[in-house]
């Protein structure tokens, strides 16, 4: 076997997992630079807002990112830690598009041995840029120091203390001194340590505070004058500088847990706090001055400015500007406002979201409008950021209006009149009739040309040089003046033959008439036949359109012919033919098109079939290369190019399955338009339809925008709680999500604590605990605790509606969501696998397959299967239900009293999570053992174990790619394919 | 566990962890692997010699990605493959790849295996006779061998995980520890004192200097720089100035190990004891075992995984303790006579374990019933953990 699997990554990581900014490109710019995953963006802020400077990729997870500035220098430089232990000093060089990001040092600093932090990664400068330390390994401190900026080289201490919870390194002292948050059986103390450079220890404790706040997690290093460090907790903030210390109990803190941090004065005196439900609090340093004027701080003041997306890092940018990176929901910028919001009595205006789609807990390829344009629906976010994105790749046209016409055979915009820069007519043609429309702002209505000939089919108008437009039908080439509306001059074909293709450009036409092709050059008021050829076999297509943009003339022609099938490339004004390709097969072209992609010239020719063949095209020779082959419908189709917004060259396939043909990276990308069928297109620029595009299928007309080009569009749906599973019923037209919310223990019993999709839902309905006789009583839950709903929407597919909710037993969790067809029942059913669980259980001992039938707007419980274990997964199997619980596999059958009945079971697992099955296979994903593939034997009943990856791959994912090929997602962040063994 | 697999979905719990967690939650699923051919016997191997064979050490390697162990009974060295068969259709099961037929040449009883770190071709071995060997695993010679004590018999040694240089410590019953570098095959220094015949030797698995020994019921911890005089000595009294006869345990200790971060020593002794020692102060930690039977007078093994589980051979049982609290939340019941060693292999979440009863035992959390299976072959290598 010699195929091979690659990866493309189709949308880039957008979830910001670290932001920093500082003077980075340089020392005036202010720079604010994001770390996602593993891609770096680096950002200018502008009174305009941010603008991006440059992307880099780098080959490993940011861990930590950090600017210092060394004295020597006058910009930051960044540092920046992966999640392998690579270290790196970067430097940007060099401005606008010179810009470069170099490397001024870098080194590993893994170890062999040593066991990697429970409580992560920490990595810390000093503000003197002495010394970078890290902790990467329980008990060890390592230390690089900056002054030689070669290799980084750690050079590791022993540390007494092993639990630290967070570490930082103080301002103004001598040499580099650390504080550290640390906890042991006692509680959770702090302490600080002098580390000499020279010896690399630490030479001593300078101070130090035992037992502060129980969930003290969060260190904010003060600057000076005041010095010393913020200790954040969970009920407690506490400043200490060494002698005096000041604390407060402020109530509001006490919901949530504080996660980042921001400064906000360089003197230190306010600080941003971003906690894990998304709010946004504001610390303030209240100081005094002493009789010796040292600056001691007094009292410490919290208040909270309001709500934002779950904040990972915060970073404060300027004027009252601050950028919130969350990689559970959308990234924000924000402003600070100085009076409250008199409704929400928020502080915060957000200025601009920048979309995140991680973490995506799950998803459903489906095809809403049966156009073979797929969508990704996706389960996003997490908690109040939770939502549904609608990912949809390919072009959209957005209508604007539609008419009513039936039998368009062609269409063309015209600039009438004095307008130079919009379109103002719409020429359409049917067969034995030409129509002009006359497009005057929003209103269309019919007018008239004198000069035009209307009572038969048009092949071509358009505006020409000359103030001129040209109109050819079957007889004649005329010319009419765009002022007057009156003929000014008619070019007949000298034989009797109609005319039956064209082709145009402001100042050259091409006319066939069976095999005589006629060259024509309009002039002012003339329109001169240059040349005249006879060709071997009727035309069936031809083109002049130009290649360069400057040019007014085009050199060269192509023609497809009839009979022999092939394409010709002719040079102009001579009719010489260039050079001949055929294209083989029995249909004919029926479009053939000359256009620059990106300065690369393509001849592109499409068929009878709604095939399409494309060339490389050189206009000095006229030699095609690198024939191609590509499917774009089923019907004729018709080639037309548009300008974008975007000012590049776009072209559109009308034919059943309409297309736009666009480049990129120097390649070709047919991108499909959510639209049925069209058979003519024209561009249009009018007033009131700016940079449009005019489509006709059989019946209808209509006037659209097309959107940006190579771009995957993405729609947000907000739930307000976590998404966990999706799964897509066609026949309902629904989407079933799984979601979790968190209620909060109150006097009066369980309350949501906040509004979210299930709780604002019309229709709901619950498990009751007593129906079950599985069931684990609720834990009793003290006030102000958090316990985790789970709920089923059933989500309309147009409109994200939520038609119903159906809510769980308590301590009861939804695990997986399948829609399926069981058995004979011709009715579609939700199903819902869970487990009942009981938070002392190794594993879930108890769990539940609901079957739900939602019609006519309402959900209804069918059935339910009480198992031993937690379902994890469920999938349709040949009209059966196949379900993981536990560590086993077992399919179930579906009776016709409506019941699931258990047919087989397979056990070689420790935890089998995912399913995937495929005509009689299956594919499993255990937790630890990676994936294992199974047979159905229908004859006797049972599965069979056919094949096993023996690798201790932890699974997240798995796919079956075809017969022989498996496709695995472990958790160290790896995709790997195994093959079945022959 | 759901919770968790959810908290890695989202990114909160990283992988990491995840492993630890499920490790430490699934350790109670452990049991005997009913797959065919997961365990071994050396019964027929021993044929050969006249002694009983039981299974003493267990030491494994996981050579590029698959993994290989070793077992030592009586007089010979075996080594068992713990691998996917395409052609047999079996599971991973134990196949003898090779065994070390020494009568004479080897050692008279092999009391000691070990894989040379970072080495997939290195064995070595120490034996009643008292030499020292090093094993060229593919062409199964002796590469070098050592006497390091006089007396003919070498107890258990052990190679230093965290140093660069390879020091293997020798356990004897004289008293004394010589350090052998490997590179020389001398023995640059010699742990004096030691209070009594050694009877195991632990190297810190962080700190390439710290090393333990036992010597009868005492258990001192060494700085390898200060051969003359060790550096703590652990009492079970916990007193601030230890008494010349304080000891660590009531009775003989026949087991060492330590956590994972070096903290934490764990000694194990025939007064069925299981005590923790801080390596930092020596200070005894107040986590209670409670009772594990022990009366083997020759030295076991134990075995942590990556979490926070301990597996302890007991009689013909295998306990298995919670770290944190001592208490015990599983047993594992298999082996027909006493245990000798465990050892738990983090990359499989399995259990190694032999004993005098000749066989050697796989422990899975895999919940298996039927046969029948051909491998997968994969393609590209993933980056690992």
Known sequence: MSTHQYVVTAHKPTAVTSCVTGNFTSPTDLNLILAKNNRLEFYVVTPEGLRPLKEICIYGKVCVMKFFRPKTEKKDLLFILTARYNTMILEAIGEGDNLEIKTKAHGNVADKIGKPSESGIIAIIDPESRAIGLRLYDGLFKIIPLENCGELKATSIRMEEIQIQDMEFLHGCPSPTVILIHHDHNGRHIKTHEISLKDKEFVKTPWKQDNIDAEASLIIPVPEPFGGAIIVGQETILYHDGTNYVAVTPPVIRQSTMSCYARVDSNGARYMLGDMSGRLFLLLLEHEEKMDGLQVVKDLKVEVLGEVSIPECITYLDNGVVFIGSRLGDSQLIKLNIKPDSKTNSYISVMETFTNLAPITDMVVVDLEKQGQAQLVTCSGAFKEGSLRIIRNGIGIQEHATIDLQGIKGMWPLKMGPSKEFDNTLVLSFVQQTRVLSLNGDEVSETEIVGFQSDCQSFFCGNVNHNQVLQITSVSARLVSTDSKQLIHEWKPPTEKNISVVACNKLQVLCATGSDLYYLEIGDKIIDQKAHAVLEYEVACLDVSLLDTGTEKASIAAVGLWTDISARILKLPSLDELNKEFLGGEIIPRSILVTCFDGINYLLCALGDGSMYYFNLNKETGILSEKKKVTLGTQPTVLRTFGSSTNSTNVFACSDRPTVIYSSNHKLVFSNVNLKEVNHMCSLHAEAYPDSLALSNDNTMTFGTIDEIQKLHIRTVPLGESPRRIAYQETSQTFGVITMRLDVMKASGLQPARNSASTLSTNTSSSAATMFKGAVTAPALDIGQETEIHNLLVVDQHTFEVHHCHQLMPSEYALSLVSARLGDDPRTYYIVGTALVNPEESEPKAGRIVVFLFEESKLTQVSEKEIKGACYCLIEFNGKLLAAINSTVRLFEWTTERELRLECSHFNNIIALFLKAKGDFILVGDLMRSMTLLQYKTMEGNFEEIARDFHPNWMTAVEIIDDDTFLGGENSYNLFVCQKDR | ?385
């Open chain 2, 1 to 385: 566990m759901i919770r968790d697999l959810h908290d890695q979905g989202l990114g909160l719990m990283s992988p990491g962890r995840l492993r630890r967690v499920a490790s430490d939650r699934l350790a109670v699923k452990l049991r005997l692997s009913r797959q065919p051919g997961s365990f071994a016997t050396t019964e027929g191997l021993s044929s050969a010699s006249t002694s009983t064979g039981s299974a003493a050490d267990l030491s494994w390697l996981r050579p590029r990605r698959r993994q290989s162990e070793f077992m030592t009974c009586r007089n010979l060295i075996l080594k068992f493959y713990l691998h996917s068969s395409t052609v047999i259709g079996l599971h991973q099961q134990f196949a003898t790849l090779l065994f070390f037929r020494a009568f004479e040449l080897f050692h008279e009883c092999v009391c000691c295996v070990q894989w040379y770190p970072g080495s997939v071709k290195i064995i070595t071995s120490s034996g009643k006779d008292g030499s020292l060997r090093m094993w060229d695993v593919c062409k199964r010679v002796v590469c070098c061998e050592v006497k390091p004590v006089r007396e003919n018999r070498l107890t258990q040694h052990h190679q230093s995980p965290a140093s660069k240089i390879p020091l293997v410590a020798v356990a004897s019953p004289s008293a004394g520890i010589p350090i052998l570098d490997l590179r020389f095959g001398k023995s640059p220094m010699r742990l004096k004192n030691t209070l009594g015949p050694v009877t195991y030797v632990q190297w810190s698995p962080t700190d390439e200097h710290t090393i333990a020994s036992a010597a009868e019921s005492v258990v001192l911890l060494w700085d390898v720089r200060v051969p003359s005089k060790p550096l703590l000595r652990m009492d079970m009294s916990n007193s601030r100035t230890p008494a010349t006869t304080s000891t660590s345990h009531m009775g003989l200790v026949n087991c060492l190990e330590f956590s994972l971060d070096g903290r934490t020593l764990i000694s194990y002794g025939t007064d069925n004891a299981i005590r923790m020692w801080d390596t930092q102060s020596g200070v005894l930690s107040d986590v209670n075992c409670g009772s594990v039977d022990n009366y083997v007078r020759v030295s076991v093994r134990m075995a942590l995984n990556r979490g926070r589980r301990m597996f302890v051979p007991s009689r013909h049982h295998i306990r298995v303790f919670d770290l944190d609290t001592g208490e015990r939340v599983h047993n594992l019941k298999g082996h027909m006579s006493d245990v000798y060693c465990v050892r738990y292999n983090p990359h499989f979440e399995m259990l190694h374990s032999g004993g005098r009863d000749r066989n050697i035992i796989n422990w899975t959390m895999q919940n298996y019933k039927k046969t029948g299976s051909i491998g997968l072959e994969v393609r590209g290598r993933p980056g690992g953990t």
